[in-house]
């Protein structure tokens, strides 16, 4: 079974901070993506990566940064974390471009206060 | 931009009976995908149709698509309390990379 393990379940922060959130996925997936969850608005997607070192903009990229620098890994970096960014943060991995389904982690529930 | 609406945004059954969810999109897709989300988890592939397939199933899942109306439907059969989740329709351009999450339909069965 396809493992996508994310380092934190519940994360609390201040305003300003520099927040890292970390994805690692274990079946050699070429494709990572980092989501936001919010009520009423569903999964919108913040960054993807197709390949180590290489990373596309979603559809809210603002406020967020990503880093691949191995296949497994895959960060998603708050500069300097404000309260709208309080929300939950879902990775997901899937097999190669275009491969559909997509692996899920279990979420991080951040709050920035 | 959010590319499926469900319907209804909550559905409240009995155990036993069959849940019924409407997903509809705007544009073109390759593909359409159903997922389930347990409370405060991750969100697990249930099912994909694609844009040339009108209905498909998967055990008590049963989707349709209709691409000129743009819509699609999830149909639980013999819901059981282990059912009670959030299910999210999602839409795929060719390529797998804009996948496109709607609100999502909470389901609760109850025992």
């Known amino acids: 079974d396809v493992k996508v393990t994310q380092s934190s379940r519940y994360l609390v922060k201040r305003t300003g901070e520099k927040v890292f959130l970390e994805c690692v996925q274990d079946?050699?997936?070429?494709?990572m993506f980092w989501y936001r969850q919010d009520p009423g608005l569903g999964l919108r997607l913040i960054y993807f990566?197709?390949?180590?070192?290489?990373?596309e903009k979603g559809d809210i990229p603002e406020g967020y940064s990503v880093s691949r620098e191995k296949k497994e890994r895959f960060s998603l970096i708050l500069e300097s974390a404000s309260t709208n960014q309080t929300s939950m943060y879902l990775c997901?991995?899937?097999?190669?471009?275009?491969?559909?389904?997509?692996?899920f982690g279990p979420g991080t529930r951040l709050t920035v206060t | 931009s959010q590319q499926g609406e469900e319907d209804p945004q909550a559905l409240s059954i009995q155990e036993g009976e069959n849940a019924t969810m409407n997903c509809s999109y705007k544009t073109s897709i390759n593909n359409l995908q159903w997922y389930r989300q347990n409370s405060g988890r991750g969100l697990v592939h249930l099912i994909l149709i694609r844009s040339n397939e009108r209905e498909k199933h998967s055990g008590r899942l049963r989707v349709t698509l209709d691409t000129s109306k743009k819509s699609s439907s999830l149909l639980i059969t013999a819901s059981r309390a282990a059912d009670t989740a959030s299910y999210f329709c999602?839409?795929?351009?060719?390529?797998?990379?804009?996948?496109?999450f709607g609100a999502g339909t909470r389901l609760f069965v109850k025992a």
């Open positions: 990566s197709y390949d180590v070192k290489m990373k």
């Open positions: 997901a991995s899937s097999l190669y471009r275009g491969s559909y389904e997509q692996y």
């Open positions: 079946m050699d997936h070429e494709n």
């Open positions: 999602a839409t795929a351009n060719t390529g797998g990379f804009k996948t496109i």
